[in-house]
């Protein structure tokens, strides 16, 4: 099956669209985020790859500002190790066993622990170490992000999964795939009459 899915900034100011291809439990999204920003406005694009298990297999990224482009790639191999490649040259590191990844600003890579781990179907609490990349200036550091099942899945086909990193905290709103239809503070689904798969 594939969908589209877009999602508005909380404060207005930029979107993330994601074209995603869904198998029974790997998947493809192409994305795309546009940001107005005080510290400077830019766009980004990616390509991510989920594997069966719901652990990433390769992401690529591009992100744009008014000066200059930049591009990473990222591959975990099934052993766990990162292969990464920023156009000048390639690392491999095991990141500290990071098994999920996340990308600045998006509720697209929220939904992917939730998936993984189906906080939406079954109640649980997960810590994870996290390859979290940072935007525009595609930076990588591994991070400790916390998920907690508040509610499953109810007869509206919703479900609630806190998420904290740091200082930040959020209960999201996920749908019965466990995509995030709700970010406070990030950003909230756009529906429209229609939208479904096609």
Not at 60 to 74: C, G, H, K, Y
Not at 94 to 103: I, K, N, Q, R, S
Not at 164 to 180: I, K, P, Q, R, T
């Amino acid at each position: 099956m594939t969908t589209m899915l877009t999602w508005q900034a909380e404060n207005g100011r930029g979107f993330e669209g994601t074209r995603l291809t869904l198998g029974a439990g790997a998947f493809r999204a192409l994305g795309r985020q546009i940001r107005v920003d005080p510290e400077g406005d830019f766009t980004s694009s990616y390509g991510l790859v989920m594997r069966e298990d719901g652990t990433p297999e390769r992401l690529s990224v591009t992100s744009a500002t008014a000066r200059r482009e930049r591009n990473l790639t990222i591959n975990r191999t099934e052993e766990g190790y990162w292969l990464l490649d920023t156009g000048s040259g390639g690392t491999r590191t095991d990141f500290d066993g990071a098994t999920d990844v996340d990308l600045a600003y998006s509720a697209m890579f929220t939904t992917l622990p939730i998936r993984r781990l189906g906080l939406h179907r079954t109640a649980g609490q997960h810590t994870l170490r996290t390859v979290f990349v940072a935007l525009p200036s595609l930076e990588i550091k591994v991070v400790e992000q916390t998920y907690r099942t508040v509610s499953v899945i109810d007869e509206t086909g919703h479900a609630v999964v806190a998420f904290s990193w740091g200082d930040f905290a959020a209960d999201l709103v996920v749908d019965a795939d466990g995509f995030v239809e709700s970010y406070p503070g990030i950003a909230t689904r756009v529906v429209t009459a229609g939208a479904a798969g096609s």
